[in-house]
């Protein structure tokens, strides 16, 4: 095959998680496989920092979609892995909300042929939902997903909505050995919501999220694991996309009393926010005042784009400034095990619409890299840490048996990015591999190019 | 009502005759002379500067002036078609804007969604590129979704003008609200004066736009009503309209109490399904405007409502025909402050204004 990474020698930063360490280093690549890694000290490292090159393992995504079987105007899973690649994802998980639900083995099987018929390296990882047609009334046959490789269990989309449910799924999934990938949400206080609630929403008149929407779901979640722990200790609850500080406190709280849970945080909860719905587009942290508290975009002349932007309605919904933060310290203090990028690629036709009809989903698998290194620029979050919750911290929770071991380890195939942290890129459509250019960042200046992706020792993606 | 009847008070507090310097002839076409309006689109009114609203108000009063000739029609926008485009049902504010639309001699295209091929499941940009295609200038346009027309405009070539979208804004309506609140003020002015919105202000577009307009113009503003219906507008008021605080209130005592004026908002019967009030009957003894209750206000209160009222819900329906209650002079006041605005956009666009 043509596209064997050979004959490579990169030198860079390199972030390692795997080993814990990051320092100046020299890898060279042969015949697809990582041949070696010199990690270099005095004169030799004469020139590199954390601030050029950037060699990193290939990134993990525990949480996109791509659309496919059943909607595949939007994404299909060919498109989904070049702009994985794009991104300098290596690795991603896709969630079942297709059209028929991945609630079978053949449908398993179907986007796995997808992936292998793209001829693409990046691996595609499948989760299998947790309940027949997602439909939250009976369990889908998780042994026999199980067996056909599935990473994980996911109604993602919808929450598990009854409690007996989600315990019976818990026990069942953790006796499997998967986790199950919740999507906190409690209906009874989101129906119809198009933002969060609070002073953005309140000014522009949009139905409400509240914050108890989520955190009342995570923390029923959490106390229904309690529960079936104590029959089924293999159990292990995800919470995805959890997006406000008082959901952190509740999976702070689980962990530190030792229950098995995890969760994980999006780039666009940590660096966009509600704001940017009237018109702002400053980064979150950006947003916040000496205090800690928001700033006012109606006083400080923040509003700078036409407000009502439908590729911003997203589920759950942008928060505020401050809840963005908790997300960001989370990540930061490992309370987040993971960023997911929720990659939702959408139509014209779903999308250009009105705000409140439009669909829910933000396309990031390709911007996700370009916004952390944001918030790790802002001093937010140290890199190392980022790196980790992009490869080791996925992988942990995705499993061994995946096969999923992100690290620049020697004779290994080469899966790893070149990343030119110093150079920027506007995005633009023409730029976007994936088929959902539904993004607020089209048109902006984001530091950081993809330059190489190698995935199981072939290249994925190469800006050259 | 006609103009006829209004034109006396608002004369008597000298809003007619006090039209400013920088406010044009509106006989004339608005290309023929600059016109001091930047904006292209007029959907919402949170950018309005204090200069601008007065030259709205200015503006309104020159087409109070058009409406009190024999016959109340200048030939200022003929040739310019205006497209009313509906998707919410409407009376008042639909004939208004057309009525509006007609004394300045515009062409008027009304579209009712029900009657369109949006029944067909077109999206709005098909047919607002429909509508520009078709020939259309201005475009007013009325929605259920909040933000619906920035949509509108972000692909529509000439002016939108938004008659009331979601729960988010009726830019017309503040501003015809604001007109009448200055006829009937001594001197004019809203400085301190306060000012009471009472009843849902969580799914009212005209709430929300009162609140930029009356802070802007300094009044002391009081939102009023159950505490299920003000939801989220505690985080608002203590923030204020762009630093300018109001008052959120569940107390309406403590809100009529002193009152220049108050605005009773419509009640939808709606909102018992949805469990945010317990029924109409226990609203209207707790919130419906009496004339008992207005006794806490200042003697001569302005009563207001935009309409359409539950009578012996919101507003008891002895307060709505009250000599107090300026509710006709609203509907009055509000083809003058319409026919001010699209005269204004036609101005903005033959020089060069912005979005």
Sequence with gaps: VSDIASDLVLRGWAVDPAAGREGPAELAVRDGVLERVTWLAGDDAHGIDDRGTLILPGLVDMHAHFREPGNEDAETVATGQAAAAHGGFTTVAVMPNTTPAIDDPSVVARVRAAAVASGSPVRVLVHGAVTVGRGGETLAPLGELAEAGVAGFSDDGSPVHAAALLRNALAYAGALGLPIIDHPEDPSLTKGAEASEGYVASVLGLKGWPVAGEAGAVARAIAVLSDTVADVPGAHLHLTHVSTAASLAHVRAAKAAGLPVTCDVTPHHIAFTDEWIAGARRWAWEALDADGAARDPWTDGALVAAPFDASLRVNPPLRSAVEAAACLAALADGTADAIATDHAPHTEVDKHVEFGWAINGISGIELALPIVLAAVDAGRVPLARVVEAMTTGPARILGERQGVKPGLREGAPADLVVVDRAATWTVAPERLLSKGRNTPLLGRELRGVVRLTLAGGRVAYSAD | ?355
């Design chain 2, 1 to 355: 009502v006609t103009a006829e009847a209004d034109r006396g008070a608002a004369a008597s507090s000298g809003a007619v005759t006090a039209v400013p310097a920088d406010v044009p002839a509106v006989d004339a076409p608005p290309q023929t002379q600059p016109v001091p309006w930047p904006h292209l689109h007029l959907l919402d009114v949170d950018g309005l500067t204090r200069p601008q609203l007065e030259l709205v108000m200015g503006t309104t009063d020159a087409m109070r002036e058009v409406l009190s000739r024999p016959i109340p029609k200048v030939p200022a926008l003929r040739g310019t078609n205006v497209t009313i485009l509906f998707y919410e049902a409407s009376t008042r504010t639909r004939v208004s804007f057309e009525v509006a639309a007609k004394n300045l001699s515009c062409d008027v295209v009304n579209i009712a969604a029900a009657s369109s091929s949006v029944s067909k499941g077109e999206s709005l940009v098909d047919t607002v590129r429909t509508i520009e295609a078709l020939g259309a200038d201005m475009l007013v346009m009325r929605h259920a979704v909040s933000g619906a027309p920035y949509l509108a405009a972000e692909v529509f070539g000439g002016s939108v003008l938004n008659g009331g979208d979601g729960w988010h804004a009726h830019p017309s309506q503040a501003l015809l609200d604001l007109y009448t609140l200055r006829s009937r003020m001594p001197g004019g002015s809203l400085e301190g004066r306060k000012i009471v919105i009472l009843g849902d202000a969580l799914h009212s577009r005209v709430a929300r736009s009162n609140i930029w307009t009356l802070t802007a113009m300094g009044a002391d503003l009081w939102i009023c009503g159950p505490s299920t219906l003000l939801r989220g507008f505690e985080a608002w008021a203590a923030r204020g309209a762009a630093g300018r605080r109001f008052t959120v209130t569940s107390d309406i005592d403590a809100a009529l109490k002193d009152a220049d004026a108050v605005m009773a908002l419509r009640i939808q019967k709606e909102r018992m399904a949805s469990g945010l009030l317990p029924s109409l009957r226990e609203y209207a003894a707790r919130y419906g405007l009496t004339r008992e209750r207005l006794r806490a206000a200042k003697p001569d209160v302005i009563v207001m409502h935009p309409g359409p009222m539950n009578e012996g819900v919101e507003i008891a329906a002895d307060v709505a025909v009250d000599p107090r209650s300026v509710i006709t002079a609203q509907v009055t006041n509000g083809v003058a402050v319409r026919m001010a605005l699209l005269y204004l956009l036609a101005g903005a666009r033959h020089h060069g204004g912005n979005a």
